[in-house]
């Protein structure tokens, strides 16, 4: 399809009808948008053949607030082919393609759900399995993050703002979607999802908001003008940002209509597919289309479908109703009852009223259906499951009533769902609940973010079938008592710290010494992740080293990324206490020599890619029993870092495959919080243990500066006091942090037999296998869509 000669071409060709340069005088971004363009042209021909192959069999469409692509061109180089033929092409034009290192990130999403939605289309392009992404194209995706005096500020991510070479506008596609009293156009966006090693492309349809008709200036008087003005703001504003506050009711109002807007076009454009290609025969619409709603954000679309088939095609309630269950799936991302979204029933009846009436039906049918089982409407169950309580609409109660499939995200995960969260509605569909551990795609978090390490899989296998079948990588157990196979696996760890060691330089002006052990932790920036929990080890540890407790420790750098909500105060505090002990101790002369501490600002998908690969320890610290699953806990092993973690979310799946014997885990276990709940007094251990009650101490005994924001005395009271909304230490730090200290110290001393300690590392490669999102697609296709081979 592609040769060296032909790339070369199209890219001079397009360079200079787009920006009328020369590959010497244009722009990276000049560069990159040609580049890309090239590229379309050259896939054009594969998409369109997938796209017309869909038509005629069963696929599935998946359902997402976020997609968190990240970058796309290497990746889609990748994709193809033809990552050392472009090297090759831009090093004969005298260009270097790592300039494209400065082209922004496509962040359209937060973290770890998002991120799954991105690596699901990838494995499933790559396994010729029909899926296709449905999502919002905000015009700001999640904000850039600077780190200012030692705290967070924010930036508006304009990420189109230099184009966007990898995304087709198709107007003829537009459908309307009404918002009670608000008309608005959702125009799609398409990117090919370009299979690896396949001539499949799949699509991720992203729907941009617009107002409905063309602004005709000779039309208007002064008023109306004003008036159509305000008309085509809103409609602008549905699409243009990624969770705009929701503070206040205007704030939530907008979200539900994000909601509601690209759940409603989505089903339509499914709908409109299926006329298409069947009429309006509608009793074979679940055998051709499988929906799965990632997360409740596009619950909505359930309501959404069956009053479409109703007031627009004609059927009856019941019909409708059984056609979305068997259409639709849930995917549950939480434990936390607090994060179970929830909309007032006014609201919906103000953005959706039909569908608002239907949320009433399926409520109505779901009493029918719990009398027929001999369950009253009053009593406590039934209440407590009900799909509108109180005025109020339970999205999740939804989702497990309306669909035939719930899963959640990790065995744990979903055997808490079983027991706790939902299991009243286990305890009436226990057929519904299945589970689906999470996974990754190894092309971008292994062959692409770490060449290095990739090669030498290769040379080790024999063969690169591992890229399409993480399978094989459990060949490589055989080599793990190698001793020149360890070594080389040390220098190549040894190469990717150096390498971001760099970065960080050039980036975030701090030097890292690259022989210093590298551990890190990146990821949202959530009290429940426990970010704190390592400020306070790390701390504990400076002092000791300090007073001589602790004599030997091998030198480390703790390396911490991540963004906090920005109304999120708490989690802004704790990132302005972190980089206080970073402060602290990276100016100690007397300690300098043996720790660093650097925050690392705008962790994002292209940061993960130099972060993940140069780790020596995944910090995975969360509460047991809150963190649902995890996906970074996974691209740190599947490149060699062990984990030093507590029995939650995928760790647990995650030693259980690489073997306790090459993970460190600490702390209280599920049963234990659950156990200790009611009991726990973190005052009392506070007062009772002097090392405990130093670190906690430096947040209010002046050791530190909170910059006169108050935010370092209220992380003292959440944790001895707690707040109006929560327990003190609801999130158990003070608990573990002796036991995580103790873990960290252990890690510490065994990194030192570094042979030994690189078996650890090369058994976590070797067994990372399970954590493929091939798996995992395959799985959904076989067990829940039925679709695919
Ligand atoms: C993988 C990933 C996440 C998820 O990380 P967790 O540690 O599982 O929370 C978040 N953000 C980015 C940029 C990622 O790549």
């Not at 369950?375 to 035939?404: E, N």
């Amino acid at each position: 399809m592609f040769n060296r000669e032909q790339l070369k071409q199209d890219f001079c060709t397009l360079l200079a009808a787009q920006s009328q340069k020369t590959p010497e005088t244009a722009t990276p971004y000049e560069q990159h948008n040609a580049l890309s363009a090239a590229l379309m042209a050259q896939l054009a021909q594969n998409w369109s053949k997938t796209r017309s192959a869909a038509v005629k069999k069963k696929c599935a469409h998946y359902l997402s607030a976020e997609f968190l692509v990240g970058r796309m061109v290497y990746n889609n180089l990748l994709s193809l082919g033809l990552l050392d033929d472009a090297q090759a092409v831009f090093a004969e034009l005298g260009l270097d393609l790592s300039a494209f290192e400065e082209i922004e990130d496509m962040a359209l999403g937060n973290g770890g759900l998002g991120r799954l939605a991105a690596c699901f289309l990838d494995s499933a392009a790559t396994h010729d399995i029909p899926l296709n992404g449905y999502g919002i194209r905000y015009r700001y995706g999640l904000f850039k993050q600077r780190i200012e005096n030692g705290a967070q500020t924010e930036i508006a991510d304009d990420w189109a703002r230099f184009g966007d070479p990898w995304s087709v506008r198709h107007e003829d596609e537009a459908v309307l979607v009404e918002l009670g009293g608000l008309t608005v156009r959702a125009l799609p966006y398409d990117m090919p999802v370009i299979g690896y090693g396949t001539n499949t492309v799949g699509t991720l349809r992203l729907w941009q908001a617009e107002p409905v008709q063309e602004f005709d200036f000779a039309l208007f008087n002064a008023q109306k003008y004003e008036q159509e003005a305000e008309a085509r703001n809103a409609a602008f504003a549905i699409s243009a940002v990624l969770y705009p506050n929701d503070s206040t009711p205007a704030g939530k109002k907008l979200r539900l209509r994000q909601q509601y807007f690209f759940s409603s076009a989505s089903v339509q454009d499914i709908i409109k597919k299926y006329k298409a290609a069947h009429g309006s025969d509608f009793s074979q619409f679940a055998a051709y289309n499988a929906i799965q709603l990632n997360d409740t954000h596009p619950v909505i679309a359930i309501p959404e479908l069956i009053r479409i088939l109703m007031d627009e095609e004609g059927l009856s309630f019941t019909e409708a109703f059984g056609i979305a269950q068997q259409t639709f799936g849930y995917t549950n991302h939480t434990v936390m009852p607090e994060a179970l979204e929830c909309w007032s029933g006014a609201m919906v009846k103000e953005v959706a009223p039909r569908v608002y009436e239907i949320i009433r039906m399926i409520n109505e049918h779901f009493l029918r259906t719990m009398a027929d089982k001999g369950l009253r409407p009053t009593s406590a169950t039934v209440k407590g499951m009900r799909l509108i309580a109180g005025g109020t609409v339970h999205m999740a109660r939804l989702a497990v009533y309306a669909t035939a499939h719930v899963n959640g995200v990790a065995w744990l995960h979903t055997e808490l769902l079983k027991t706790t969260l939902l299991k009243d509605w286990y305890a009436l569909y226990p057929e519904r609940f299945t589970n689906k551990t999470n996974g990754i795609t190894q092309r971008r978090w292994l062959a692409l973010c770490n060449r290095e390490l990739s090669g030498e899989i290769t040379r080790l296998l024999g063969s690169d079938g591992w890229v399409k079948n993480l399978e094989e990588l459990g060949g490589l157990k055989k080599f793990a008592d190698d001793k020149q196979v360890l070594a080389r696996f040390n220098d190549i760890k040894r190469v990717k710290k150096q390498q971001l060691a760099d970065y960080v330089l050039q980036h975030d002006g701090f030097r890292l010494n690259p022989d210093f052990i590298f551990d890190i932790q990146v990821k949202r920036l959530h009290e429940y992740k426990r970010q704190l929990l390592n400020a306070f080890a790390i701390l504990d540890i400076y002092f000791k080293l300090k007073d001589g407790t602790i004599k030997e420790f091998t030198p480390t750098a703790f390396i911490f990324g991540a963004k906090s909500a920005p109304g999120y105060d708490r989690a802004k505090g704790i990132i302005r206490y972190i980089c206080e002990i970073a402060r602290l101790i990276n100016s100690d002369p007397a300690v300098n020599t043996r720790m660093q501490v650097v925050f690392v600002a705008n962790y994002n998908v292209s940061y993960g890619e130099k972060l993940f690969p140069a780790a020596d320890i995944s910090e995975q610290i969360s509460t047991a029993g809150t963190e649902a699953s995890g996906t970074g806990n996974m691209k740190f092993m599947l490149n060699g870092a062990v984990t030093l973690g507590t029995y939650d979310g995928a760790n647990i799946e995650i030693v259980q495959e690489a073997g306790q014997e090459n993970n460190y885990i600490f702390g209280a276990r599920v049963e234990e919080i659950m156990s200790i709940k009611d009991s726990y007094n973190p005052r009392a251990l506070y007062e009772s243990t002097p090392n405990i009650r130093r670190v906690v101490d430096t947040l209010v005994d002046g050791t530190f500066s909170d910059g006169g924001t108050g935010s370092f005395k209220e992380l003292y009271t959440s944790l001895l006091d707690g707040a109006s909304w929560h327990k003190p230490d609801h999130y158990f730090l003070l608990h573990d942090l002796n036991a995580y200290v103790e873990e960290k110290l252990k890690v510490n001393r065994e990194y030192n037999d570094r042979l030994a300690f690189a078996k650890k590392c090369f058994m976590n490669v070797a067994s990372a296998a399970k954590f493929s999102s091939d798996r995992t697609i395959k799985e959904y296709a076989g067990e829940i869509w039925g679709v695919g081979k």
